[in-house]
């Protein structure tokens, strides 16, 4: 089986350009091939990780990935399945961001000579005159045809700013530019990007009469077909000061018995003879898929070291008696006491799992705390020092746990 072929059967592949080509590139080892990143935080995400375990995958079997850090995109911001305009970034917030992806992808694809590259669209965008673009490249753009493109339908619906609509241009542009320089032939990115890439291999076309490819991949939904990668409405970051290892594994170990199964086929590295196997476990079983799942995940991005104290410490939340001491914790001190008590939110906000009182009260509210295994229905619960000195446990929603002490 062709990398390729690999690839269909985990479910990664959603459209290309032209499969026979692609596949014949990518199979042979011969594709050099980019994925944009553009650095509207300092830190990866679950999302972005889907990405870096294809460039991985392709490295493996021979092809060249280039790492593309959107410093210069990142100065628009990507307009795609967004209802609002994303924040403007300073330059300098954009270059430190940059930096961090820079450190964090070295974790997951080998850079050096003949190997992966990365490179920043910084260097080449924002060194580009206007005027000159316009008759560069302008014509080659149809408004009509952007105007249709699913990268802007949402916006459309509240307004699409000048803004926004140069950012295919900007995107196709990155495509044109990689081409001529670095010998990049193919592209690849999520589902949404799909208008976008087009427009790059359309302007190759236009201007060079060449042919470029490009392939989507799935984008990573649950069951109800929301957007994995999130908790609480938050990333998963793939920072440890961001995201714990532990927070990082307690969130694929807790996905829905209806997805585990697809996350170990798109997102790790097991076999898929292996896979197959688990095809047929049921109940208690899945339980086992799901830690096999949060293990590897947390092995590739944080290492074998802290995907193993997180197991642990999960398992403790389980097993009576089993080692807690790799769960996040937090001191209390006694100032923080008031007449020898604390209350479930203000400890909550200590340790910056909340970040007010009313959304501390709200979740509550919403059956979303526990203390020790029960639920918490009062807002104003409290615990002791004497609590405190034999340790509690506060869940948030169905993934964070943490440990407080005195």
Not at 78 to 87: A, E, F, L, T, V
Request: charged share 25%; with cysteine.
């Amino acid at each position: 089986m062709g990398v390729y072929e690999e690839l269909i059967e985990r479910g990664l592949i959603a459209q290309v350009t032209n499969e026979e080509e692609i596949r014949t590139m990518v199979n042979s080892g011969k594709a050099k091939f980019y994925i944009g990143f553009d650095c509207t935080a300092d830190s990866l995400t679950a999302g972005h990780f889907m990405a870096l375990t294809l460039m991985k995958r392709l490295q493996m079997a021979g092809n060249q990935p280039i790492a593309l850090i959107g410093g210069g995109t990142t100065m628009i911001g990507d307009p795609s399945g967004r209802s609002d305009m994303r924040k403007m970034l300073t330059r300098e917030d954009i270059d430190h961001n940059a930096e961090c992806f820079g450190k964090q992808m070295e974790r997951f694809i080998e850079f050096g000579e003949g190997k992966a590259q990365m490179v920043n669209n910084a260097d080449w965008l924002l060194n580009l005159n206007y005027v000159d673009v316009l008759r560069e490249v302008g014509a080659c753009f149809s408004v009509n045809n952007m105007l249709r493109a699913e990268c802007y339908k949402q916006r459309m619906e509240k307004g699409l700013s000048f803004f926004e609509f140069n950012y295919m241009i900007m995107q196709s542009y990155d495509f044109y530019y990689l081409f001529q320089n670095y010998g990049c032939n193919m592209q690849f990115g999520g589902d949404d990007q799909w208008s976008n890439m087009l427009g790059g291999t359309e302007l190759i076309r236009k201007k060079l009469g060449k042919d470029a490819h490009a392939m989507t991949i799935t984008l990573l939904t649950d069951s109800q077909g929301r957007k994995m990668g999130k908790t609480a409405g938050n990333a998963v970051w793939l920072d440890p000061k961001k995201t714990t290892p532990y927070e990082f594994y307690q969130y694929w170990r807790n996905v829905d018995d209806a997805d585990v199964l697809k996350c170990i086929k798109m997102l790790t590295f097991l076999p898929l003879d292996e896979i197959k196997k688990m095809e047929s476990w049921e109940g208690s079983e899945l339980n086992k898929a799901k830690e096999i799942l949060a293990f590897e995940l947390t092995n590739l991005v944080h290492g074998e070291e802290e995907a193993n104290k997180a197991q642990s410490a999960a398992r403790a939340l389980f097993s009576q008696g089993a080692d807690d001491s790799n769960m996040p914790k937090t001191t209390v001190e006694e100032a923080d006491l008031e007449d020898g008590k604390i209350t479930v939110v203000s400890l909550m906000i200590k340790a910056e799992l909340i970040k007010s009182n009313g959304e501390g009260r709200r979740l509550i509210q919403q059956g979303g705390v526990s203390l020790n295994g029960e639920k918490v229905t009062d807002v104003f619960a409290t615990v002791t020092a004497d609590d405190l000195k034999e340790g509690v446990t506060v869940k948030k929603g169905k993934k964070v746990f943490h440990k407080f002490e005195m």
